[in-house]
């Protein structure tokens, strides 16, 4: 029996450890057999020495092992999932979602809740009354079989190590090591029994990565240890330089993407789309998934399928039976009852926005979690007037809180208030999609 202390101790020393050790490590912790103090301190080695690609493909393997992988052997067509590293208005899943399902390929999504400032898939679904995301895993594989789509959380069975280690690493200050990140991201899709991925990872003020280089690095990281289970995958780097779209805030985020599925725009004071980010990002990524499959010809024959799928109005059908598959009522989703403008203080144009900081207010008036025990509210959330470049003149409007309670608003003016620069030169737009890698 390998001594929890040794494997500690090899990898403090900066030594490769072997697959059988990770292994024997994950699984014991898995268990209950290993003290989160132990497994904080070979957390800590692993931050400050990293790991080889051997260890990381060995941890991502122990962590599948941890529990089951979904059986989808009985649905022979070809199935896809995308996974974004997340960020402030990051709501494309409930737009793709649907533009794959309704080209009749099945998209198993399993996704997450919202921690710290950036969003959850799940806490945006369950803004609509009676959304159920707790479908078990026969429910779900049935869904995928009759609807081609459905959306889960995490379940017990699926990843149990992943889900013991994510919320150590949270306490420990280990979540940001690639990985540490590859393990945990590629164990749950690996799981998850998809044939093919395509990854949104994203830099900037507003993502995990702040630098581009380092969104890459993840990014093609994360490619390997797909491919080595012969999983189809892509990746592109995006922008979190600044809020995705209209509206950040659960139900606030449904609805813009019931207006983006009903082909609705909103022009702005500065002539342009609010929702255009939010829709070419979603025709993006979901061209790329149902390219991934084999069917098309080219990248353009499938983002123009996807763009039909759209414009025709069958996504927007496909999300209404996602919502009566969950039992959600799309019709009564609830829209905030009150708001607080924040204006600019001074002439400019907008140079640079701190997302993190506006992710932080987004907190501090219940549309996301500062830890994972806070409670929500469905309503409440920001809206965005500004992109990079544009001109605001002093007591323009930069932002709208919205919400029900009045009472949390103040709390987030002051970081909304130094949440954005401006200055007297016009700075270049912000380009959205900066990299794309196969």
Not at 94 to 116: E, K, Q, T
Not at 156 to 165: F, G, R, T, V
Request: glycine fraction near 8%.
């Amino acid at each position: 029996m390998l001594l929890q202390t040794e494997i500690i101790k090899k990898k403090r020393d900066n030594h490769e450890l072997e697959l059988e050790e990770i292994d024997c490590l994950i699984q014991a912790y898995t268990r209950g057999e290993v003290p989160d103090y132990q497994m904080s301190a070979w957390l800590m080695t692993v931050f400050f020495n990293g790991m080889t690609e051997k260890e990381t493909f060995g941890l991502t393997k122990s962590m599948i092992n941890s529990g089951i992988t979904v059986d989808f052997s009985e649905i022979k067509k070809f199935k896809v999932d995308k996974h974004s590293t997340g960020g402030v208005g990051d709501k494309t899943s409930l737009i793709l979602g649907p533009i794959v399902a309704a080209a009749g390929i099945p998209v198993p999504m399993i996704s997450g809740r919202g921690l710290g400032h950036t969003g959850g898939t799940l806490d945006k679904l369950e803004s609509i009354p009676g959304f159920n995301t707790q479908l078990n895993l026969k429910q779900f594989i049935e869904a995928i079989k009759k609807h081609e789509i459905a959306f889960i959380g995490q379940t017990k069975e699926i990843c149990p190590a992943d889900k013991k280690l994510y919320a150590l690493r949270d306490v420990t200050a280990t979540v940001d090591c690639i990985p540490l990140i590859c393990a945990s991201i590629m164990s749950k899709k690996l799981a998850e029994g998809v044939d093919g991925l395509v990854l949104d990872v994203k830099y900037g003020s507003g993502a995990f990565m702040k630098k581009s280089k380092d969104a890459a690095i993840l990014a093609k990281y994360l490619m390997k240890i797909a491919k080595r289970y012969g999983k189809k995958i892509s990746a592109y780097i995006t922008s979190m330089n600044q809020p995705l779209g209209r509206y950040a805030g659960n139900s606030l985020e449904v609805f813009e993407c019931v207006e983006i599925l009903k082909n609705r725009t909103h022009i702005n004071k500065y002539g342009y789309d609010s929702y255009a980010d939010t829709r070419e990002l979603s025709l993006v990524l979901a061209s790329e998934m149902m390219f991934l499959t084999g069917k098309y010809k080219n990248r353009e024959k499938s983002y123009a399928h996807a763009k039909e799928i759209l414009e025709s109005g069958k996504a927007w059908d496909k999300f209404k039976e996602l919502c009566v598959l969950h039992t959600g009522n799309i019709e009564k989703l609830p829209l905030p009852s009150s708001s607080l403008v924040v204006k600019a203080k001074k002439k400019g144009f907008i140079h640079s926005f701190d997302v993190e900081k506006i992710g932080l207010a987004a907190i501090k008036i219940k549309a996301g979690r500062r830890i994972k025990e806070d409670t929500i509210e469905g309503t409440a959330g920001i809206e965005f007037h500004c992109k990079i470049g544009d001109a605001v003149n002093k007591g323009d409007v930069v932002y709208t809180i919205h919400g029900d309670n009045q009472d949390l608003f103040k709390h987030a003016v002051p970081d909304l208030e130094a949440s954005f620069v401006t200055k007297s030169t016009k700075t270049k737009k912000d380009k959205l999609i900066l990299h794309h890698f196969t």
